[in-house]
């Protein structure tokens, strides 16, 4: 089993993933209490996808956040460093344009996109800024950013809940339902470490983005971020 270190080197997250994939999905909703399906349909709104538009799915391990731009008509692109999670994905949709690919190095031309989006992903890429910019040059002028990640909570008597869930109760009910729990250690620690919300702002406007604004889900467990390639 596997469990990446807070400095993200991209060989060990790949492989805590790949330890994870066979239960991710069920994982992420039994630790979130069902709201991560909840914060999909917000990420679904947001992208908007439109017929015959190019979506890139970043991060998209089983490909279960593309499913709605695919349905909406959509031609998306589930995009992985994973490789068990893209293999677990390609047998539940074959059909789908499963492509390994680093964030921090896509394997796509400049302004290939409509619209790029990555749901709780961009906290485990090594350079957050680097990855801003790959999907600002993937994508085409007057295109859209969606990011989905978890954030800080904005009551803060909440916010003391939350911490102390993350550090004491995740790490114990990953061990019930998860195939290497401790990857979930990692993933409290890292989400602790994590910018709020204006700090990714921030980090999107130096990466380019126009127009950036986010809005809270659940209380700021989670942020909706926002851009345009202008």
Same mark, same amino acid.
């Given at each position: 089993?596997?469990?990446?270190?807070?400095?993200?080197?991209?060989? *060990?997250?790949?492989?805590?993933?790949?330890?994870?994939?066979?239960?991710?999905?069920?994982?992420?909703?039994?630790? %979130?209490? !069902?709201?991560?399906?909840? =914060?999909?349909? *917000?990420?679904?709104?947001?992208?908007?996808?439109?017929?015959?538009?190019?979506?890139?799915?970043?991060?998209?391990?089983?490909?279960? %956040?593309?499913?709605?731009?695919?349905?909406? !008509?959509?031609?998306?692109?589930?995009?992985?460093?994973?490789? !068990? &999670?893209?293999?677990?994905?390609?047998?539940?949709?074959? =059909? &789908?344009?499963?492509?390994?690919?680093?964030? &921090?190095?896509?394997?796509?031309?400049?302004?290939?996109?409509?619209?790029?989006?990555?749901?709780?992903?961009?906290?485990?890429?090594?350079?957050?800024?680097?990855?801003?910019?790959?999907? /600002?040059?993937? @994508?085409?002028?007057?295109?859209?950013?969606?990011?989905?990640?978890?954030?800080?909570?904005? =009551? @803060?008597?909440?916010?003391?809940? /939350?911490?102390?869930?993350?550090?004491?109760?995740?790490?114990?009910?990953?061990?019930?339902?998860?195939?290497?729990?401790?990857?979930?250690?990692?993933?409290?620690?890292?989400?602790?470490?994590?910018?709020?919300?204006?700090?990714?702002? @921030?980090?999107?406007?130096?990466? !380019?983005?126009?127009?950036?604004? =986010?809005?809270?889900?659940?209380?700021?467990?989670?942020?909706?971020?926002?851009?345009?390639?202008?």
């Amino acid at each position: 089993m596997t469990r990446a270190s807070l400095d993200k080197q991209p060989h *060990e997250v790949a492989s805590m993933f790949d330890d994870v994939a066979a239960n991710y999905d069920l994982t992420n909703d039994v630790l %979130s209490l !069902g709201q991560a399906r909840l =914060w999909r349909k *917000e990420v679904a709104r947001a992208v908007d996808a439109r017929p015959a538009q190019k979506i890139l799915d970043l991060a998209a391990g089983t490909a279960t %956040s593309s499913q709605p731009f695919a349905r909406a !008509g959509a031609y998306v692109v589930p995009c992985d460093f994973s490789i !068990g &999670m893209l293999r677990v994905g390609k047998k539940r949709h074959p =059909w &789908m344009p499963f492509t390994a690919g680093d964030g &921090m190095r896509l394997p796509f031309k400049d302004e290939t996109f409509d619209a790029v989006t990555i749901s709780f992903g961009l906290r485990n890429i090594q350079d957050t800024g680097a990855a801003l910019s790959e999907l /600002y040059r993937v @994508t085409r002028r007057g295109g859209r950013v969606v990011i989905c990640e978890f954030s800080q909570p904005t =009551w @803060t008597p909440f916010r003391t809940v /939350y911490t102390e869930y993350l550090m004491r109760a995740l790490p114990p009910v990953a061990r019930a339902v998860s195939s290497n729990p401790d990857a979930y250690v990692y993933l409290a620690e890292s989400i602790r470490a994590w910018p709020h919300q204006a700090g990714l702002a @921030t980090l999107l406007q130096k990466a !380019g983005w126009s127009d950036v604004a =986010w809005r809270n889900l659940t209380g700021g467990v989670v942020a909706l971020h926002r851009g345009v390639r202008a």
